[in-house]
């Protein structure tokens, strides 16, 4: 289905989601690599990429992707330590980046146990390197952004670390915030809109019952970035794709 905030694709399962989320990843990646030689990915953390990473290192998809031409980044971080378990670059980790042949220097980690602020600003600096844009906006062009950036959607519509009535989520300048969560008495690093939105192609997975609300609200809801900041996120120049399981998409209107 077609809504104003981008496609939507709903699968009977999980598992089918993993699959169909796991395909689109090839294929971004095949693309990418055959136009500029690199494929450049922003992950996402939290739960929900858990099968889509197992799926990727998996046999019937680890010869599919080019991995030594693949730069990997995140969406966000939490910050802890890289061995921490709430850490997503160990879970990315444990899940895919042990298990295929990348290059360690493509695998752009933010730094969750430094100081918030200094983090973020040296994954701003990594970033801009990476783009090769020193200062001002990205540029929306292949080399110079994420190919493929992925999302998730928390129950009260945040995505990456863009939480309700907080700064980043109307951050046009900066690439990277760090920002404390009260909800969560904790610190995140996160990408802001003004380089999430540059990417060729932003694909958010959405998984499971408790998200059904917040997804009608967010696809077919009056706009509010404040209150859902998944609803900041509106490629420039490129393709907004929602990939959900039947339970998340339960209260979709029908087709
Ligand atoms: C994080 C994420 C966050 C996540 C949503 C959904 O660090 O937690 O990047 O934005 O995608 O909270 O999380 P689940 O997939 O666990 O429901």
Redesign the pocket.
């Known amino acids: 289905m077609t809504t104003v905030r981008g496609t939507v694709e709903v699968f009977p399962t999980a598992d089918e989601l993993a699959v169909a989320a796991a395909d689109r990843f090839v294929a971004a990646a095949a693309a990418a690599i055959d136009a500029t030689e690199t494929f450049s990915v922003a992950l ?5 990429p858990r099968a889509l990473f197992a799926l990727l290192a998996s046999e019937a998809y680890a010869t599919r992707v080019e991995w030594s031409r693949v730069h990997f980044f995140w ?2 971080e ?1 910050c802890v330590p890289p061995d921490d378990e709430a850490s ?1 670059y160990r879970m990315a980790r444990e899940t895919l980046l042990d298990h295929v042949p990348i290059r360690a220097a493509n695998v752009h980690r933010i730094r969750g146990e430094d100081s918030p602020a200094a983090a973020a600003e040296h994954y701003e600096r990594d970033l801009r390197a990476a783009f090769a844009s020193p200062t001002g906006a990205p540029r929306v062009a292949p080399g110079s952004r994420f190919d493929l950036v992925l ?4 129950t009260n519509g ?4 863009l939480f309700p009535h907080l700064q980043a989520v109307r951050e046009h300048m900066r690439w990277v915030m760090a920002e404390h969560v009260e909800v969560l008495q904790m610190w995140r690093i996160t990408l802001t809109p003004a380089i999430l939105n540059a990417g060729a192609e932003i694909l958010f997975l959405v998984s499971g019952r408790d998200k059904a609300a917040v997804l009608r609200r967010v696809l077919y809801g009056a706009r509010d970035v404040d209150e859902l900041p998944a609803q900041v996120i509106a490629p420039e120049d490129g393709r907004l794709h929602w990939m959900a399981d039947a339970a998340a998409a339960s209260d979709l209107p029908a087709t």
Not at 158 to 161: K, L, V
């Open positions: 996402s953390g939290g739960s929900t969406g966000d939490r997503n999302l998730g959607l928390g945040h995505t990456a670390s």
